[in-house]
């Protein structure tokens, strides 16, 4: 599999450095996301030697360590560089558990590998937080966590020898200036090629290497597959459930009321008979949950409404691929048309789902605001709400003309006192109208 740079590659510099013998790192992700890549890659380039367990396909001896020799720590690490080969040496190693989930044993053991001082270690995995994955273990205290989502715009320009283009449009997003018809298309068009690739490595690879959608397409399949796999092997009945919900989502988003409903689902239930569900989905991050919060402040969290949400998928690309049906002929020429606007589709839940993408890449929690107006009969949305801790700012997307936007401008009236700025996400090129930015999705990591 092809090495792309990523950001998390700081990220991971910044925790050795600094936190290095004193917490593990725990690495959370997806599925196919790109974890192990990056981890092996850092071990490589960053330590004088290193050990990869990787549980998903570890050897019985390796498991009877942590069985039979966790309370003897200079005997567990005489005979894990025997059966791996390598030396390991005192604040020069790291340890890799890779899909930690598969053997919670392992991970119970870090509080005493890192009270132990000798190495590093740094533990990828996915479904970490799900109840069955942690049932019998103590998690440690001495983790320190952090999320690794699908390649960004800025990544996926990476991977194509482009590292200058982020820092043109950064400038231009802080000037509020315009970059003028013939760049502003250039970059759209670029855009409009990551939306349909998704930023999994596996398929910008495909793309990559193909130049074509047909390769990206079964990249993005298989994908879905093993998500689908993941999925069924959930206990009792949340997995038929949880496999319902992902199949349902582009449903759900292709609707004007584009938040949860259950009776989608099976006439007469209830959300709460999906909480279970929906938490597997999240803490998988195979999607990204919107909570309604009604009150709005800087504190977004004070008044989320657990009942009322939407779902995103963690991946545009993934999206994509699950709206049509796995027949579809030549995806050159289907993706072809959704990049040209002549196909029959709903491209603005495509749209939106890029910009939640976007907002949590950036370290955004997704919120969305649903309230009333004296001058309305009819409740009032704005698709996302953000804070810097001082102020929120109100973001509509608009995947077609973004000249009305009555919800935003009352949302700006009610909450005066907490949002001084609102944006408007577009196709359009950046413009400013009193207290409204307009900005092009390009942009909307720097919101």
Not at 204 to 226: H, M, P
Not at 242 to 270: A, D, N, V, W, Y
Not at 282 to 295: A, G, P, T
Not at 357 to 379: I, P, R, T, W, Y
Request: with cysteine; net charge neutral.
């Amino acid at each position: 599999m092809a090495i792309f740079k990523r950001k998390i590659y700081d990220r991971i510099s910044e925790w050795k450095e600094n936190y290095g013998g004193k917490y593990a790192l725990l690495i959370e992700g997806a599925r196919r996301v790109g974890k192990t890549t990056v981890v092996e890659q850092f071990a490589e380039n960053e330590y004088r030697s290193h050990i990869i367990i990787d549980f998903s396909k570890v050897s019985e001896d390796v498991k009877d360590l942590f069985a039979h020799h966790a309370g003897d720590i200079d005997r567990f690490f005489l005979y894990l560089q025997q059966i791996y080969k390598t030396v390991l040496y005192e604040r020069e190693s790291v340890v890799v558990f890779d899909e930690v989930q598969l053997f919670p044993l392992a991970r119970q053991m870090i509080k005493h590998l890192v009270a132990d001082g000798r190495y590093d270690y740094i533990e990828t995995g996915s479904l970490l937080s799900i109840k069955q994955n942690v049932s019998d273990i103590l998690i440690p205290s001495e983790e320190m966590s952090v999320d690794m989502h699908p390649m960004d715009f800025e990544e996926f320009l990476w991977a194509q020898n482009d590292e200058m283009t982020i820092s043109l449009l950064r400038k231009a997003f802080e000037d509020r200036s315009p970059l003028g018809p013939v760049m502003h298309k250039r970059i759209m068009d670029t855009y409009g090629i990551y939306m349909l690739v998704g930023g999994m490595p596996q398929s910008v690879e495909a793309y990559l290497e193909k130049k074509n959608f047909d390769a990206v397409e079964t990249a993005k399949r298989l994908i879905l597959k093993l998500y689908y796999e993941d999925v069924t092997k959930i206990k009792a009945d949340r997995g038929s459930k949880s496999k319902r919900i992902l199949f349902m989502i582009p449903s759900f988003l292709s609707k004007h009321e584009k938040t949860f409903s259950p009776s989608q689902l099976r006439k007469g239930s209830k959300t709460r008979e999906y909480f279970d569900s929906i938490t597997w989905l999240s803490e998988s991050k195979i999607v990204n949950v919107c909570y309604r919060n009604s009150d709005p402040s800087p504190a977004l969290n004070l008044d989320l409404d657990e009942y009322t949400f939407k779902m995103y998928m963690a991946d545009t690309g993934l999206l994509i691929t699950s709206s049509f049906d796995s027949n579809v002929g030549d995806r050159d020429e289907v993706y072809g048309n959704i990049l040209k606007n002549k196909m029959r589709i709903n491209r603005g839940m495509f749209f939106e789902n890029m910009v939640a993408q976007e907002l949590v890449s950036s370290g955004h929690k997704l919120v969305f605001s649903k309230f009333s107006v004296k001058e309305s009969a009819n409740m009032q949305e704005v698709d996302f709400v953000v804070a810097d801790g001082k102020k929120m700012m109100p973001v509509e997307t608009k995947s077609g003309p973004s000249g009305r936007h009555a919800s935003l401008d009352r949302f700006m009236k009610k909450f005066s006192s907490r949002a001084d700025m609102g944006f408007v996400i577009h196709t359009k090129d950046l413009r400013v109208e009193g207290n409204i930015v307009y900005i092009p999705i390009y942009m909307a990591m720097f919101v």
